[in-house]
């Protein structure tokens, strides 16, 4: 029996993929059940078999992974990441950001548009990563995510001579099994009520979401937050929603904004989008008291924050949960929240019979953790650490451990 809760353990070789695997003994967390409790989780075929009590003594000869002591969930799921590591500067490997921090599927935020996309997306398949990786494609024609902002310096990011919704749409219908929407930066051209950027890729979108950054980019100027916020469809996703300065809270009053409530009432989804600079706790702390919830938790892990604030999506999540948020539903955040937000819960997110075996593995560390905004530290009394995952029904231990503490 090999023991997952004891550390890293090596990757289970290749077998009959027929054979059965069991996790055995771990807190099984799955939100698409409501299911909390001590249980085993049987996979075959690489898929899920069944989840249920004693189900090592059920299917003698399988292969059992003993997790005692940790807890066991639906494949979590990075909503924004950058992991197109062929292109510029900004990325960091699909894997490095997915299985090795216990991350069965990542989604690219936009660190391409649609001139570049097929590039990123012959690297992506012959780097071959064990992570399953899907995008968030800008619409505009070159985009591209950098250190220095390129783009926007070189005010390519506000120019409409870089839109070309005819290719954008064939885009979407070229790589429709990855794109699973559109990253917008919603600048505009004189008018800050208007956005041609937006418009056009509500135009295109159909029935994908559209993810728009919540605040500022250097170089280009931005439509207003009310502007912005109005001019979304539900559905649409709002990342970086709990950063510092973004027109959520009123900066006299401190409480929501008119257009902050109008646009979750409608159906705008909120992601923490983290960064190393766009989620605060101070922000954090006044949108949960009000009841503004995220709708998904993700890390927007790139080159310049994977060694020190953000580092994974398990730290990530660990924050959410500090701030008294129930441990099933900051599950639900990177599992049955993603999957529903980009239109795939009908094969991501759920540990039901039949899924694909997408598992992650989480251990609970108590004791003081210090866990950082990159402005705020916070003493927590326990924090997540990845363990290990299941893709497609094949393990991987986690690479990824607790960070060193952030330096105020």
Avoid at 88 to 97: I, L, Q
Avoid at 235 to 258: E, F, K, M
Avoid at 390 to 406: D, E, I, S
């Amino acid at each position: 029996m090999l023991n997952a809760a004891a550390g890293p353990v090596a990757p289970m070789p290749p077998r009959d993929p027929v054979a059965t695997l069991v996790l055995a003994g771990g807190r099984v967390l799955d939100p698409a059940s409501g299911h909390d409790a001590t249980a085993d989780v049987a996979i075959a075929d690489r898929r899920v078999l069944a989840v249920g009590p004693d189900l090592a003594a059920a299917n003698p000869g399988a292969r059992v992974l003993d997790c005692t002591g940790l807890l066991v969930t639906p494949g979590m799921i990075d909503l924004h990441a950058h992991v197109m590591a062929g292109l510029g500067d900004f990325c960091v490997t699909p894997d490095r950001a997915g299985v090795d921090s216990g991350v069965t599927t990542v989604v690219d935020g936009g660190t391409s548009g649609v001139a570049t996309f097929g590039l990123a997306r012959n690297y992506l398949e012959a780097s071959a990563p064990a992570t399953k990786v899907l995008a968030f494609m800008d619409p505009s024609q070159l985009y591209l995510a950098t250190g220095d902002f390129i783009c926007h310096k070189l005010r390519i990011a506000d120019d409409e001579r870089n839109l070309d919704l005819d290719a954008t749409a064939a885009a979407l219908e070229a790589h429709r099994d990855v794109v699973v929407g559109l990253k917008v930066r919603a600048t505009h051209v004189g008018d800050d009520q208007r956005s041609p950027f937006l418009d056009g890729a509500k135009a295109v979108a159909g029935d994908r979401p559209i993810m728009v950054h919540l605040g500022r980019f250097p170089h280009t100027p931005v439509i207003t937050v009310p502007a912005l916020l109005g001019a979304l469809r539900p559905g649409d996703v709002i990342t970086h929603a709990y950063r510092g300065g973004g027109g959520q809270l009123d900066p006299l009053s401190g409480q929501v904004t008119p257009e902050f409530r109008d646009a979750v009432a409608k159906g705008l989804r909120l992601d923490v989008g983290h960064s190393a600079t766009d989620f605060r706790f101070r922000t954090a702390r006044r949108l949960f008291e009000a009841g503004y919830l995220p709708d998904t938790v993700s890390t927007d892990l790139n080159a310049y924050n994977v060694d020190s604030v953000v580092v994974s999506l398990a730290e990530t999540i660990s924050k959410v949960w500090a701030l008294g948020v129930d441990l099933l539903d900051v599950v639900a955040m990177v599992t049955t929240g993603p999957a529903r937000t980009i239109g795939r819960s009908d094969l991501l997110g759920d540990l039901g019979p039949g899924r694909v075996a997408d598992i992650s593995l989480l251990r609970v560390e108590d004791g003081p953790a210090e866990l950082s905004d990159g402005y705020e530290e916070v003493m927590a009394d326990r924090r997540l650490v990845a363990a290990g995952c299941l893709r497609a029904g094949r393990y991987h231990a986690a690479t990824v451990g607790v960070p060193q503490p952030v330096a105020a």
